[in-house]
Structures are given as C-alpha cells and as structure tokens.
Nanobody, 124 residues
Framework: QVQLAESGGGLVQAGDSLRLSCAAS????????TGWFRQAPGKEREFVAA????????YYADSVKGRFTISRDNAKNAVYLQMNSLKPEDTAVYYC?????????????????WGQGTQVTVSS
C-alpha cells in the first residue's frame, strides 16, 4: 500500500513560482511511475506531468511544457513539481498519483494511488 501527501500549494500572483512536493509512504513507491494531475472547479481532472520510476522518462501536458518540471528523489520517497511562470489558468487542486507499476502514463485511470490534493491559486 502506498499513501501520498501533497504540500506546497498556496496563493501566488501571475508570473510567480511554486514547488509542490509529494511525500510517499511505502517502500515500493520508488518502483512506481508517478504523476501530477489537477482539477479546477467544474472541470474534469487533467494530466499535468508524469515521471517513470527511475526518472528516465518524463511527460508534460502541452499547457505546462516549458514552465513546469517534474522530478523525483527515490531515496526520500518524494516527487516534486516545480511550477514557474504561473498563470491564472493554472489555478486548481493539484494531486499526486502513483501507477503501481514502473512506467508512467498520462491517463488518469491508470493511476492506482492518489493523494488528497493541494490548492494552487494564481491571481492576475
């Protein structure tokens, strides 16, 4: 079993940066692909970024490519999302998720474990 806990969200202005962290419990977390998703009010949960278990493969949504960077530290059982040049449309609850297998994917329904989410609000 893997439990995930996100942190680092907050209220920022457009153009600012935030770094989200996802802390995982469970010794097998380092073997799993991990992703970040977000959900804005009234919208479906959408893919943001993902990283394979050894970090060799990363994937990004077009809307965040060049602004967000996903990384992981398996020794610390943690995954991070560095978000730069934030825009008001980035406002959402951000969720960390793990697939339960080594590869990562952009498909929300292929993630087995989910955190509770952290709110990111970007004001214009």
């Amino acid at each position: 079993q893997v439990q995930l806990a996100e942190s680092g969200g907050g209220l920022v202005q457009a153009g600012d940066s935030l770094r989200l962290s996802c802390a995982a419990s469970g010794r097998t977390f380092s073997n799993y692909g991990t992703g970040w998703f977000r959900q804005a009010p009234g919208k479906e949960r959408e893919f943001v970024a993902a990283i394979s278990w050894i970090g060799g493969s990363t994937y990004y949504a077009d809307s965040v490519k060049g602004r967000f960077t996903i990384s992981r530290d398996n020794a610390k059982n943690a995954v991070y999302l560095q978000m730069n040049s934030l825009k008001p449309e980035d406002t959402a609850v951000y969720y960390c998720a793990a697939t339960g297998v080594g590869w990562a994917t952009i498909a929300v329904n292929e993630y087995r474990y989910w955190g509770q989410g952290t709110q990111v609000t970007v004001s214009s």
